[in-house]
Each structure stands twice: as structure tokens, then as C-alpha cells.
T-cell receptor
Framework: AQSVTQLDSQVPVFEEAPVELRCNYS??????LFWYVQYPNQGLQLLLK??????LVKGINGFEAEFNKSQTSFHLRKPSVHISDTAEYFC???????????FGTGTRLKVLA | ETGVTQTPRHLVMGMTNKKSLKCEQH?????MYWYKQSAKKPLELMFV???????ENNSVPSRFSPECPNSSHLFLHLHTLQPEDSALYLC??????????????FGPGTRLTVL
């Protein structure tokens, strides 16, 4: 069965510092991987996704993620965060040919002034 | 209206009430989803509709009853709920057929409290 682990429930970071949010998944078959962001009182919004091809994926708002098959990871990074990046970030995995998305428990990013 | 809208945004109901949540998407998508978001838990996929046909029912109790009258509208009918059903209910839609490679677009959710 597939699963997603986001080990960090909360990550505080100062403004303009770099940040990495970790995501590990378990699956014995090929997968699609996603990062979504949820701002307060809003639904989820796609940041980026990996379907195939280049393992480095660039998304919106300056975020990027790297798919590492050997380590079954898909960590999200940003070189310099802003106050406006304060939100909850969700990693998700799906398998081709199914309708099921498996989400992690989320990481709350708090950017400090 | 653009994107995915949900009404009501907040709902408080007793355990014996019957209520419905509504979702509408203005994106021309063919697949719609219901998720439950509880604190400290992963998002739980509840139901998936593709071209108005239910294609996924993720072991959801029968006190939750979905309805998809057309590809733009999705309802979640609620009856005899339990306090543990209190959560944020999110609706999402995606393009043709609900293939998992397609991006899902989420509504803002309905915050449900069951007393």
C-alpha cells in the first residue's frame, strides 16, 4: 500500500532564509508526486508535480522539488522565503490508473520577520 | 464565479439533523471529489465522481451520501452524524476522467461542527 510521511509537523524559519520541507513515500510501483499549499481559510492549491522526466521540478512562487527514487523522497525547497509563504504544505502521491490520492499530514511553515 | 465554490462555508448541526453540502465547479472539469480534513490527520479521500459516475467510495459510512447530478455540481448529504464527523470538508475537481496525473482544484471547504 502507498503511504506518505511528512516528518516535520511545523517548521519555523526566518524571512529570506532557505527552507526544505521533507516528504517520503512508500510505493513499489511508479508514482506521481505532488506538493499542495493551503493558506488560512482556503482550499489547497497546487505548487508543483512530478509525473516523469527530469527529477528537478520547478513550481510556482519560487518553489522547487527533487524526486529521488532511490531514497523515495520528494523534498520541497525554496532558497529565500517570504512572510507570505506562511501556510500549510501537503505532499501527495498517486499511482497511474487509479483515482486515489494519498496525502501526508502536512507541514506548517511559519516564516518569522 | 470562478474556480470551485462550496456552500455553506460553516455549518453547525445536531446529530439528528439532515443537511447537505454543495460544491460547484466553473472549470469545465469532468471529475469531482469529496475529501475530509481533520486536525493532525492526512486528507481523507471520501468519494470520486468521473463523468457523473461514482468511481471511488473509500469505505465511507452510509450517513454520508454523495450526489452528482451533472459534471458541475456535487452534493454531500448528511444525516445522523457523530461528533467525530466534525471536520473541514473539501471539494475538488480535475479535468477529463479524473486521471491522477491531472491537477486537482480545491474549493475553500465547509467547516462542519456536529453537536
Amino acid at each position: 500500500a502507498q503511504s506518505v510521511t511528512q516528518l516535520d509537523s511545523q517548521v519555523p524559519v526566518f524571512e529570506e532564509a532557505p527552507v526544505e520541507l521533507r516528504c517520503n513515500y512508500s510505493s513499489s510501483v511508479s508514482v506521481y508526486l505532488f506538493w499542495y499549499v493551503q493558506y488560512p481559510n482556503q482550499g489547497l492549491q497546487l505548487l508543483l508535480k512530478y509525473l516523469s522526466g527530469s527529477t528537478l521540478v520547478k513550481g510556482i512562487n519560487g518553489f522547487e522539488a527533487e524526486f529521488n527514487k532511490s531514497q523515495t523522497s520528494f523534498h520541497l525547497r525554496k532558497p529565500s522565503v517570504h512572510i507570505s509563504d506562511t501556510a500549510e504544505y501537503f505532499c501527495a502521491v498517486t499511482r497511474p490508473g487509479t483515482y486515489k490520492y494519498i496525502f501526508g499530514t502536512g507541514t506548517r511553515l511559519k516564516v518569522l520577520a | 464565479e470562478t474556480g470551485v465554490t462550496q456552500t455553506p462555508r460553516h455549518l453547525v448541526m445536531g446529530m439528528t439533523n439532515k443537511k447537505s453540502l454543495k460544491c460547484e465547479q466553473h472549470l469545465g472539469h469532468n471529475a469531482m471529489y469529496w475529501y475530509k480534513q481533520s486536525a493532525k490527520k492526512p486528507l481523507e479521500l471520501m468519494f470520486v465522481y468521473s463523468l457523473e459516475e461514482r468511481v471511488e467510495n473509500n469505505s465511507v459510512p452510509s450517513r454520508f451520501s454523495p450526489e452528482c447530478p451533472n459534471s458541475s455540481h456535487l452534493f454531500l448529504h448528511l444525516h445522523t452524524l457523530q461528533p467525530e464527523d466534525s471536520a473541514l470538508y473539501l471539494c475538488a475537481s480535475s479535468q477529463a476522467g479524473g486521471r491522477t496525473r491531472d491537477t486537482q482544484y480545491f474549493g475553500p471547504g465547509t467547516r462542519l461542527t456536529v453537536l
